[in-house]
């Protein structure tokens, strides 16, 4: 019997497809959800002795890493993994499993919901109607999407799927990635300074590394047209988010829609002084079918890792089959 710490909120052990299934393998299941920010500290206390967790956006550093000898595969519902100190890992021998491919569409979907509501002042007009205001023209006049062109930062599936729904808006596509060579129907940009300069609307959609983190910055949002909106469903600090406040109030942009921020969630009163901000709660990967998908997933990773297996989710499968791993007789 193995201890399995779960902190994905909704997690059910009646559930036959996820909880129920490792129960009745005879696990015994931790259900600490994470509904607001962990610390380090925190989680070290909460996964001791444990074997397995299948985890949100939970701090997985070395911290605690070193100081659970116990645990041997963390799966990660979603496929972020920059929560995850994936060299501790690595060197404590634990492996991180994701679930790829199963919230693309989900994604693809909020980021245009984000661009359209932006652009076309949806939250802003639905206070106001409810208020009894009736403004139609003026400053909150909507933009018009026909005709602009979308910036993509980030060709990978999840951008590439963004592209494909975008195709239908009749608007002017271009992309930048630099493991990306070409993408039917979009132009590639040289470079990122090309694509801001060029772009109505940017969307990101890389993941989170040393060389992406703050990719939005002072500088570069001085690239963009004062006429630019900017939407973030990837990971928050790929944006200053200090110096992107600091140009919409000045109105160095026009907009801007974020899904995911620097701090989760965000401080209280952080965001009300900030002009022209769309905020969803992290929510853009998330849907009744998407958490269905990843959560099924997340349990059969753990389940045939704890059976011996290497699951074909598992990032870094050489941790299951190195000296000291869950797999018998394998070295």
Not at 27 to 48: F, N, T, W
Not at 214 to 238: D, E, Q, S, Y
Not at 279 to 289: D, G, V
């Amino acid at each position: 019997m193995a201890k399995i710490f779960v902190s994905w909120p909704g997690f059910s052990a009646e559930d036959p497809d996820t909880g129920a299934r490792l129960i009745e393998a005879g696990h015994e299941l931790l259900l600490y959800p994470k509904l607001g920010a962990r610390s380090a500290g925190d989680l070290s206390k909460l996964v001791s002795g444990c074997t397995a967790a299948i985890v949100s956006t939970d701090p997985f550093t070395a911290e605690v890493l070193t100081s659970n000898p116990t645990l041997r595969i963390i799966a990660r519902v979603g496929v972020g993994t920059d929560s995850i100190d994936l060299a501790a890992a690595n060197a404590r021998r634990v492996a991180v499993s994701i679930t790829p491919g199963m919230n693309s569409k989900t994604v693809a979907d909020h980021t245009l919901a984000l661009v359209l509501g932006l652009m076309r002042k949806i939250a802003h007009h639905d206070v106001e109607v409810k208020q009894g205001h009736w403004d139609r023209v003026g400053a909150h006049t909507p933009a018009e999407f026909t005709g602009k062109t979308v910036g993509v930062v980030g060709a990978g599936e999840i951008g590439r799927a963004v592209m494909r729904r975008l195709a239908g808006f009749d608007v002017h596509l271009v992309y930048f990635d630099p493991a990306v060579p070409a993408v039917v129907g979009t132009r590639r940009a040289e470079n990122l300074d090309e694509l801001l300069r060029s772009s109505d609307v940017i969307t990101l959609h890389a993941p989170l590394t040393p060389k992406t983190h703050h990719l939005i910055n002072a500088t570069t949002l001085g690239l963009m047209k004062t006429t630019a909106f900017l939407i973030n469903t990837a990971r928050g600090p790929l944006i200053d988010q200090d110096a992107l406040f600091a140009a919409l109030r000045r109105g160095s942009i026009a907009g801007a829609a974020l899904d995911v921020f620097t701090e989760e969630p965000p401080p209280p009163g952080s965001l009300t002084e900030v002009p022209n901000l769309l905020t969803s709660p992290h929510i853009a990967a998330l849907s009744r079918e998407s958490i269905r998908r990843m959560t099924i997933s997340a349990t059969s990773s753990v389940l045939a890792a704890l059976r011996g297996e290497v699951p074909n989710t598992v990032i870094n499968p050489e941790a299951l089959v190195a000296p000291g791993s869950l797999c018998p007789g394998t070295v």
